[in-house]
């Protein structure tokens, strides 16, 4: 079982930045691909970025591409994606994901490929 809690999301202009966190529970963290999605009011959920466990393989939607950076700090058991350059598009709430086995890392852009997922923080870009 993994537990998530998101934080870090709010309101920022256009070109601002922000770095979301989530912070996991137990001490298997290490071994569970993650991923950040996200959904703006009346569309589907969306892949944003994903990392593998070990944290030596990124992927990023093409939206994210040069602008968002995921990471993770095992120690701390926490993932983070910080977002820079932010458009009014990129305004939704931001979801992180573990994958739904340890040791297993998926597509890493599906969201059936997840099987924890934390509560949402959202993120509002104001033009």
């Known amino acids: 079982q993994v537990q998530l809690v998101e934080s870090g999301g709010g309101l920022v202009q256009a070109g601002g930045s922000l770095r979301l966190s989530c912070a996991a529970s137990?001490?298997?963290?290490?071994?569970?691909?993650m991923g950040w999605f996200r959904q703006a009011p009346g569309k589907e959920r969306e892949f944003v970025a994903s990392?593998?466990?070990?944290?030596?393989?990124?992927t990023y939607a093409d939206s994210a591409k040069g602008r968002f950076t995921i990471s993770r700090d095992d120690a701390k058991n926490t993932l983070y994606l910080q977002m820079n350059s932010l458009k009014p598009e990129d305004t939704a709430v931001y979801y992180c994901?573990?994958?739904?086995?340890?040791?297993?890392?998926?597509?890493?852009?599906?969201?059936?490929?997840?099987?924890?997922w934390g509560q949402g923080t959202q993120v509002t870009v104001s033009s």
């Open positions: 137990g001490r298997t963290f290490r071994s569970y691909a």
């Open positions: 994901a573990a994958n739904r086995r340890p040791w297993d890392n998926g597509s890493g852009y599906g969201p059936r490929d997840y099987g924890y």
């Open positions: 990392i593998s466990w070990g944290g030596g393989t990124t």
